[in-house]
């Protein structure tokens, strides 16, 4: 018996070639979709999970509250982690770490860069880290030592072994390679190419390090496993105050390792709120959806077919066949179809894998070895079969032999309002992702045009290595000499990206109670003018910082803060023991989130040995051939230093990444849904045209033009898609509108967004219900009279 259902099954398919196709390549666009997505999915979840102690390791994090506000911070002082390893319960082990630093690394001709860590030994036992070469206990014995990555030692010493050899670091020092570790995943937190001992950046650097106001490191710790969390915390709370005795301006609690990835977010009250979790369960809902569409688009077309096969039904309940042994094979013969459409949508995955991994920036891979995502096959498989076939298999069996027989034909009744219902839920699906995906874009244009206060189109930039400091005048005159540079300014850091602050800054009149937090830039005179901001009030630093040790530059938003027009220049603020004379206020521009109001800021005269070069280009001139001349120029004043440079363009446009990936995949599932619902109407439109054959003769006959016979097999679906508005729409608006609130600066929901989807979607299903109907219409009605 199931050898004939089997034979029956593959009989229909070859039979009925064309809507096998379209249902086959329909669910198996589906299934592609969905497993594409959900691999995504997993290795969002599985971040860290290959960390053995991942639910003992914490992040220490400071809340500070400034002006009626709670920011939280991972920057902590130098003392934190050993006084609290030392002294604090449940402590098991705790590390120093500097941020990450790109260090060139000098061995013989090979130069190259490579970003790593500063750590204490605690870093290796927290982490856990693999060592390849060397051991955990004596790696990091010495202050010259270092620990590398098997990726960062094969890119310096090749295949030759690599323990105990040296290495030079900024054409300076030479360090010895005490170990090699296991290369971690890209789905790790944690991302190195080596760690040099922490006492190794003490001593290179000017104190700070026994200060307990200043936040300057990251601090990871490991709890012993019998520690509760929320005690520790408690404890930990107010530790920094209690140990100083002084009233601080933060409070420290453990942030754990397991919700780094997917939350790791804050308020304004310094409340956790939803980070990445957001997107992981948005895309599952766009994966579900898209599997959804795919499902109903085989439920649609297994139904419409269903009169031809009535006469199979009637006969087989008349030879004693069952409706449970009916619902069987109809069933049977859906998840046939349905495992045909996984087999298929592997062939599709392996193809698709790699633009798919470009788009999401990742390196997934299929693994259909693994137990899990042949389980999650296999459940798509059933579950698609089963759902997809559950209303064709009851609806078939329900048939009555008897009229099935004699030719009737069965009414459409439900089975015709489930079909309409169902197609409407496809549409609203697509529009819905169409709408979202138009306002997302807009939402980043929106942002993208505005006015950020400073020019980011033609400024490259350009860290500052070596000895560029000391021949910074030289560097500056041949940059400008080449008739491709309009000026350069040098900054400690990105003018995008500003990480240091201060709240300890006061000034006539100031509330004592208010501690508000102030941006801090180092900058030098040719800053602004490289950066194109304007100067509303005073003046900008003198050349050389020639009489300026004690000026400070700011922004509007910090000049209302000290008076109300703005018109603040001559006055003075005091910081720390010092009192700095504001010289000059330039516009406000916008930083670190672009989505928000400007924050007040201020520059100071450029003092450190690390920072930016700023190069203001100028417009119209050849681009490539100015940063060639820009790089012989650097290496000339600079040599042994490889020329590395950054579009600022590149950098704001990082600001909008998470949203541009919503905007991508929106898009790309919004087409594919497209497509799946068009492919299940073009399957329903060529049967409709099939059914109405008789009567599109009839009319034609009776005179009625090509033109009119179109529109009518058309007005349907029209309908159809015009109520699939009608349920999109509002779903659309409250996504979005939700969405647009998180951002304090965002676009308006625009009607015509709503109508241009619409629009697009009623085209696009016209042009596909045309072709069928055109062929009906054209028919001759002497061959569609005819009768058997």
């Known amino acids: 018996m199931l050898k004939n259902y089997i034979k029956t099954t ?10 096998s196709f379209l249902n086959i390549f329909g669910l198996a666009i589906g299934i592609t979709c969905a497993s594409l997505i959900f691999l995504w999915v997993e290795d969002e979840m599985s971040y860290d999970n290959h960390f053995p102690n991942k639910e003992y390791i914490y992040i220490s994090k400071s809340k500070q509250t400034h002006d009626g506000g709670t920011y939280v911070f991972e920057a902590n002082p130098g003392p934190l982690a050993p006084a609290i390893k030392a002294e604090l319960p449940g402590v098991k082990y705790a590390a120093r770490v500097n941020w990450p630093t790109p260090l060139l690394f000098n061995l013989g ?49 090749g295949n030759e072994p690599a323990m105990g050899k040296q290495v030079r670091i900024n054409n300076e020092e030479s360090y010895t390679v005490a170990g090699i570790v296991a290369d971690l995943p890209k789905n790790s937190s944690v991302q190195f190419d080596w760690i040099i001992p922490f006492k190794k950046f003490e001593s290179q650097s000017e104190g700070g390090f026994e200060t307990w106001g200043n936040n300057s490191f990251l601090t990871y710790v ?74 109903i688009n085989f439920m649609n077309l297994a139904t419409a077919r269903s009169e031809k096969r009535a006469k199979e039904v009637g006969m087989r309940k008349v030879v004693g066949a069952t409706k449970t042994s009916l619902i069987g094979q109809f069933l049977g013969e859906s998840l046939i179809l349905a495992a045909l459409s996984a087999l298929f949508a592997i062939g599709l995955i392996f193809v698709f894998i790699g633009p798919f991994n470009s788009l999401v920036e990742k390196e997934l891979t299929v693994g259909l070895v693994e137990p899990m995502h042949l389980a999650f096959l296999v459940c798509i498989v059933v579950v698609c079969g089963l759902v997809s076939g559950s209303y064709p298999a009851f609806y078939l069996s329900s048939f009555n032999p008897i009229a099935t027989l004699k030719g009737a034909r069965q009414k459409a009744g439900m089975a015709g309002f489930i079909r309409r219902g169902l197609v409407i839920i496809q549409y609203a699906a697509s529009i819905t992702l169409i709408v979202c995906t138009v306002i997302i874009f807009q939402q980043i244009q929106h942002v993208k045009g505005r006015d950020m206060g400073f020019e980011h189109s033609q400024v490259m930039t350009t860290p500052l290595r070596g000895k560029m400091l000391e021949h910074l005048d030289v560097i500056k005159e041949k940059l400008i000499a080449t008739g491709g540079v309009e000026t350069a300014g040098l900054s400690n850091m990105r003018v995008l990206n500003i990480g240091s602050n201060t709240w300890g800054i006061s000034w006539e009149n100031k509330d004592p109670n208010k501690q508000i937090l102030i941006g801090i830039l180092h900058t030098d005179a040719d800053f602004i003018p490289a950066m194109g901001m304007q100067l509303i009030d005073g003046r900008n630093f003198r050349p050389h910082m020639l009489g300026d040790s004690s000026s400070i ?36 521009f916008v930083y670190n989130n672009v989505y928000t109001p400007a924050e007040p800021v201020l520059f100071y005269p450029f003092a450190t040995k690390w920072g930016v070069l700023n190069i203001k280009t100028k417009a119209g001139m050849n681009l490539s051939k100015t940063v060639s001349q820009i790089g012989e120029i650097l290496k000339e004043t600079n040599p042994g230093y490889p020329f590395e440079y950054e579009f600022l363009d590149n950098v704001f446009n990082e600001k909008f990444k998470s949203e541009m990936l919503i905007q991508k995949l929106a898009g790309v599932f ?25 009567e599109m003769g009839i009319r034609k006959v009776l005179g009625a033009s090509i033109s009119s016979l179109v529109g009518l097999l058309n007005r349907e679906f029209v309908v159809l898609v015009l109520l699939s508005c009608t349920v999109a729409f509002p779903i659309a608006w409250w996504i979005m509108s939700d969405w647009l609130d998180n951002y304090q600066y ?25 072709s069928q109907a055109i062929k009906a219409a054209l028919t001759n009605p002497t061959r569609s009279l005819r009768d058997e």
């Open 222 to 295: 490991q709890l012993e496993a019998s520690a509760d969390l929320a005690d520790v915390n408690k404890q930990f709370y107010d530790f920094a105050e209690r140990k100083v005795g002084d009233d601080l301006f933060y409070k420290n609690f453990l942030y754990p390792m397991e919700r780094w990835r997917l939350y790791n977010s804050f308020d304004r009250d310094g409340n956790e709120q939803e980070g990445r979790i957001k997107f992981v369960r948005l895309f599952s809902i766009i994966a579900w959806v898209v599997l959804l569409i795919a499902c």
């Open 553 to 588: 530059v700011i922004n509007e938003a910090f000049a209302k803060l000290i008076q109300p027009d703005g018109r603040v220049a001559g006055q003075t603020v005091r910081w720390g023991e010092d009192t700095h004379t504001i010289v000059g206020v330039v516009k406000d």
């Open 670 to 694: 919004a087409v594919i849904s497209i497509i799946i619902s068009c492919l299940g109407l073009f399957g329903l439109a060529a049967f409709t045209a099939e059914r109405r054959t008789k």
């Open 746 to 770: 965002h676009t308006d929901l625009h009607w015509g967004v709503f109508a241009l989807a619409g629009g697009g979607a009623l085209l696009i299903a016209l042009l596909t219900v045309s």
């Open 10 to 19: 593959f009989r229909n398919l070859w039979k009925t070639r064309g809507y």
């Open 109 to 157: 001709e090979k130069t190259l860069y490579q970003t790593g860590f500063y750590a204490d030994p605690d870093f290796l036992d927290i982490f856990s880290l693999e060592f390849i070469e060397g051991n955990r206990a004596s790696a990091m014995g010495n202050i010259n030592d270092i620990v590398l990555t098997q990726k960062a030692a094969a890119r310096l010493f």
